[in-house]
């Protein structure tokens, strides 16, 4: 499994797989184990990120997600209802105008980036982003919901007619094909290991499952919610369903594991 884990990113996966209920830093050093991590730096990772905000102590030994990673979390956990999101196109685009914000700042533009794809938007010019205006979110919310993951407040957010939009111009600012592809060969490979796994031990299937699951997760995460005019619809929406049928999978072989390797755990 080429897949490279770094610890703060397994222990924040764990922390947002179990909110609201806590994590024991015990449970993040046996999961740990499962990709070579020692029991050093597991505990190195989760102070860090206690520092950071975005975990904190909900009592002995126990972490739950921290104030700074809220937004992220609440967004990143939203992805089983991805498709809930979308509505008819009517033909008008969203667009979000940054050109004239400071750029010195690369926590910010990482961070206003980051929100940006999270939303589906695409740069079609220098500091203009444009999406289809296919979302269920009105204005406010969109604006609301960029600003807290990241996009500056002073951010224009506008709304395009669609009539002054060149769509094929700004329909290939999204890789349609790959994402044909990636709905297609992910639901394969995802439904192929569930049906067919054969991991040795239950440590080895619960790697496999995290790495897999992890990266379809993030696809779900991060697609951009095209309209249907632009997309196979139903090859989309068994994509998102095998994710979910994946991720519960990987979720039972995680409790054995951790059942396996911490016994009496509560």
């Known amino acids: 499994m080429a897949t490279v884990i770094i610890a703060r990113n397994l222990i924040l996966d764990l922390v947002l797989a179990r909110h609201p209920r ?19 730096s597991m505990r190195v990772a989760v102070a860090r990120l206690a520092q950071q905000g975005l975990v904190h102590s909900a009592g002995r030994g126990l972490y739950r997600m921290g104030v700074a990673a809220v937004s992220l979390a609440q967004e990143v956990g939203a992805w089983r209802q991805a498709e809930k999101r979308m509505r008819n196109w009517g033909g008008d685009y969203w667009m979000i105008y940054t050109a004239d914000l400071g750029r010195s700042d690369r926590t910010q533009l990482r961070a206003m980036g980051r929100a940006l794809s999270l939303a589906g938007f695409r740069e079609w010019r220098r500091g203009l982003y444009v999406r289809p205006d296919n979302l269920r979110d009105d204005l406010d919310a969109l604006r609301a919901r960029l600003c807290a993951l990241g996009l500056p407040p002073e951010a224009l957010c506008l709304r395009l007619d669609g009539a002054v939009v060149p769509t094929a111009e700004v329909q290939v600012l999204w890789p349609l094909a790959d994402l044909q592809r990636q709905y297609r060969e992910q639901s394969e490979r995802l439904r192929a290991w569930r049906l067919q796994e054969t991991a040795a031990t239950l440590a080895e299937a619960a790697r496999e499952s ?17 309209p249907m005019a632009w997309v196979d619809a139903a090859q989309r929406q068994n994509f998102f369903a095998e994710v979910r049928a994946f991720d519960a999978y990987g979720r039972g072989i995680w409790e054995r594991y951790f059942e396996q390797a911490l016994p009496g755990r509560s």
Not at 23 to 28: A, G, I, N
Request: charged share 15%.
């Open 210 to 226: 995290f790495c897999l699951g992890d990266a379809a997760i993030r696809a779900v995460v991060f697609d951009p919610l095209l």
């Open 22 to 40: 806590p994590c024991s830093v015990r449970e993040f050093i046996v999961a740990g184990q499962v990709f070579a991590m020692s029991e050093n």
